[in-house]
């Protein structure tokens, strides 16, 4: 009896382990595993050879809103650094690396000729991650649009930019597309649209007058929806210039990127649960309604009325089935408050049409600035957006926890949100969604959107009070590689991530939000 007592235990001790422990071969051979950065936030060199500024150039230097200091100028001097910083990445075993284009390193006014060197750095840089043998996967606007194109005509508020947007678009399809095979137009469009044209507090900074920010110019009103009318055409303008003339000879996919929420009714009311499908409506259909359907949902129509553009059969004709897979970027959940009221109000806010109110999901365990790892909420909003939109190839493009900037190399909080949110892709394979691919946000500390260079989301800590700026792997770093090498981890890091596991699989919040 004492021996089939402990032929169970241990049974039931490797499939304990089983559960938890994570390989790279449970994954496809093409699915890729990868960090990802953008241009601003890591290159540096901003007054070097031919770049002018671009909005976010412009936002830093006005002060960031008042929200923090700092700005992009030197950041972690990537564009000196970067055959050192592909190095660490292919010792890291990194498959692929996302990286953003700088419009106004390559193309300085946003139209008109190129520059040379900005091309010879994006060259130069793509042939490094390739001769590592890592993909290159490219942003072409991660929230830095030139300064002279908004000081010009407004930037996305006009729909002058989807010309010039297109022909920038072509210039990187040609001098680039015979090496890179994953395009993504613009990054967390949905965001941008808000916090740069709503709340004014991101750039290009624009809103209606506030007590609550700085704009000097703006319409919170109308700017984001034709902010993100323009997006759209621009992207399906973009897209058919790549499938009609690039996409058969180069073998390349293109796509888009958008911040997913997890998004959950603050009560079981069948006010709040209609709240939360209204909210998905505006922040995720109202592009994807455009990409899959050709226009936007009804209730967009309805709350915005006139304020809201409308498509010709043209552009719904330019826009529809123009993304080849989608990017997906996922970090917090919101509750979600049915609020009515907020349609009564004259002259509203974007916002405000979504007649609902927000709070932020932070657990009573959760230590400030960290993320909470919610794995159950980011699969059911993928299977939401499955049953919405069909099974389109999805890339993971952004996932990552934040922490203080000089907090500790023994980052556990990071390990264990990436140990569960990659074991939560197993969990998505497995049920048939069409995940390609996972890119921790970020390879190394970046200038962040949001804290500057006070938060980190890094896998490589990178020394600001060094004049170097040198770059320290993270306890996180060693998990990733490991797991990417198939290599036995540590066993206190295993410890670590099962115990995590454990006490996630017994928390009955993330298995009972809806």
Known sequence: MMKVLAVIELVLLIVHHCAHALSRDQFPPDFVFGASTSAYQIEGAANEDGRKPSTWDTFSHSGNGKMYAGDGDVACDHYHKYKEDVKLMANMGLEGYRFSISWSRLIPDGRGPVNPKGLLFYSNLINELISNGIEAHVTLNHFDLPQALEDEYGGWVSRRVVKDFTKYAEVCFREFGDRVKYWTTLNEANVNVVLGYDLGVMQPQRCSPSPLTNCSRGNSSTEPYLAA??????????????????????????????????????????????????????????????????????????????????????????????????????????????????????????????????????????????????????????????????????????????????????????????????????????????????????????????????????????????????????????????????????????????????????????????
């Open 229 to 514: 009318h323009h997006m759209l055409l621009a992207h399906g303008s973009a897209a058919r210039v790549y499938r009609e003339k690039y996409q058969g000879m180069q073998h390349g996919l293109i796509g888009f990127n958008l911040l997913l929420l997890g998004f959950l009714p603050q009560t079981n009311s069948t006010e709040d649960i209609m709240a939360v499908q209204r909210v998905q409506d505006f922040s995720i259909g109202c592009f994807m309604n455009p990409f899959i359907f050709g226009d936007y949902p009804d209730i967009m129509k309805k709350n915005a009325g006139s304020r809201l553009p409308s498509f010709t059969q043209k552009e719904s004709n330019l826009v529809k089935g123009s993304i080849d897979f989608l990017g997906i970027n996922f970090y917090f959940s919101l509750y979600v408050k049915d609020s009515p009221g907020n349609l009564q109000k004259e002259n509203r806010d974007c916002l405000e049409d979504v007649a609902a109110k927000f709070q932020l999901y932070l657990p009573n365990d959760i230590t400030i600035p960290e993320v909470p790892i919610t794995p159950n909420v980011f699969l059911r909003t993928l299977d939401s957006l499955r049953s919405t939109y069909g099974n389109i190839p999805i890339f993971i493009q952004e996932n990552g926890q934040q922490t203080a900037h000089n907090s500790s190399l023994n980052d556990w909080s990071r390990v264990n949100y990436l140990h569960a949110y990659i074991g939560s892709i197993v969990d998505a394979l497995r049920s048939g969604l069409n995940v390609k691919g996972y890119f921790v946000w970020s390879f190394m500390d970046t200038f962040e959107i949001v804290g500057g260079y006070e938060l980190s989301y890094g896998l490589y800590y990178v020394d600001m009070n060094d004049t170097n700026l040198r770059r320290q792997p993270k306890l996180s770093a060693e998990w990733y590689s490991n797991f990417l090498k198939g290599k036995l981890m540590d066993p206190k890091i295993t410890k670590e991530t099962e115990k995590n596991a454990s006490v996630l699989s017994h928390n009955p919040w993330l298995h009972s939000a809806t």
